[in-house]
């Protein structure tokens, strides 16, 4: 039997489970990544990477692997029913800022994220969790090989069928739609550009027929369609028979379904990503929010502090509850058929301004606070993210002029983000390993309690 003090498992090797294992990597945590399907998933799924999850890859040391695999979202054009076309963008190309970087959703396949995640990571493939208790030993778990292990801390990353949820008895509070479907595959075809995502509307000229998109970095299209009775080759020999289906790869069947646990812990035990939170597919937040689940949780498991892990559920699941009623807004306009319903220029779906703060009561506007997401700014050798790039604690000091307080991490003087780190008068930023700032303030006594509050003498 492994056991081990620090030792985590990890239940479900999705991009969620994936993140964490490489944030339990680099703080240097032990742990085991199980996932009881015999490889990685191997269909399109959720395919738009939103700015904020691309600033997670950047600090994760990714970004330059992701953007060399995908590409932008194309642009959509509609084949109108009397053989015109229209064109439509979901949302205008933005051009990088001095504070945010990568502005823009890229389009990348959810078993290229899950391939580029997994490099370097051990995962243990057609490994299951059978049951799980915990008492006051650790978390005692059978494995469908039966192996038996004892851990300090498991996190389910395990999917809407949660096993792991479903051992603690949380209840997944939400609902399943039945009659609102949807079919979904990749397929290789010729005959169609992959210039442009290509629409099909019905005959009423507002709701969805027939949808290919081309994903960025491969061959292949995924293919959308509420025609559940139909084959790949039907639904293309009705939209347009000049198209020829050359090969068909995953396909699915998706169901409305809109679900939300009531804890994300219980014990020593966490809930993330699909286990924690279920989306329809619409605004692309799904697979984000569980990236970033992972990307809070881990620098919190390192700390092994309880106070400080209790943070994650307080500080997630209410960012879920919020995305899950944005996802639902978008999903419910496309089943109302308003003409707007493929726009996504909603800045929330970006997830850049999500802040952890307990309520937005600031009186300025833009001024950033305890909780705020610390934006990226131009540096007279490099940029902010530079310094904040990796598991540490970062101290950043604007127009300071005196001594640097000593708190154990990294310090910098930047006073050449004073445009972008608002605010007047010296002001000492102190920013978590996640790159959410954990302490504004003029005062270094502020900084140490805050250095010791945030756990950070805990991580490494």
Known sequence: MFN??????????????????????????????????????????????????????DDLGLIE???????????????????GTMERRMDEIKEPSASVPYPNMLMVPQWRTGELLARGVPVEFGVGLDTLIQD??????????????????????????????????V???????????????????????????????GPDGTSMRLALCPLAGTDDFQLTSPDMDSSVEQLLAAADPSVTVTHVGWTSRWRANVRLAQRFRVGNVFLAGD??????????????????????????????????????????????????????????????????????????????????SAADDRVEKGVLRAGDRAPDAPLAEGRIFDLLRGPHFTLLAVDWDGDLPDVGVPAHRVDEA???????????????????????????????????????????
């Open 418 to 460: 004073r445009d972008v780190y608002d605010g007047e008068g010296p002001r000492l930023y102190l920013i978590r390993p996640d790159n959410y700032i954990a302490c504004v303030t003029s005062e270094p006594a502020e900084v140490a309690t805050a250095a010791v509050r945030s756990g950070a003498s805990g991580v490494r």
């Open 275 to 356: 286990a924690a939170h279920v989306h329809p597919p619409t605004g692309g937040q799904g697979l984000n929010t569980g990236i970033q689940d992972a990307y809070n949780l881990g620098w919190k498991l390192a700390t092994g502090d309880d106070a400080i892990l209790d943070s994650y559920e307080a500080e997630r699941l209410p960012v879920a509850a919020a995305v899950l009623g944005i996802s639902t807004r978008l999903y419910q306009r496309l089943a109302d058929r308003q003409q707007d319903a493929m726009r996504r220029d909603d800045p929330a779906l970006q997830q850049l301004a999500l802040s952890y």
């Open 65 to 83: 692997d992701f953007l060399a695999a995908g590409g932008p979202y194309p642009p959509m054009l509609i084949h109108l029913p009397g053989g």
């Open 4 to 57: 081990e003090s620090r030792f985590t498992v990890i239940v479900g090797a999705g991009p969620t489970g994936l993140t964490l294992a490489r944030q339990l990597q680099r703080h240097g945590v032990p742990f085991r990544i199980i996932e009881k399907a015999p490889a990685l998933f191997e269909g399109s799924r959720g395919k738009g990477l939103q700015p904020r999850t691309l600033e997670v890859l």
């Open 171 to 201: 209840p997944f509070d939400g609902e399943t739609q039945e009659d609102e479907q949807l079919f979904l595959a990749d397929v290789k075809l010729t005959g169609l550009d992959r210039e442009s995502w290509h629409v099909w509307p």
């Open 136 to 169: 006051d030993d650790g978390v005692h778990l059978r494995l469908d090989n039966g192996e038996k292990i004892t851990a300090r801390y498991v996190v389910g990353a395990d999917g809407a069928r949660s096993t792991v949820r479903k051992a603690l008895g």
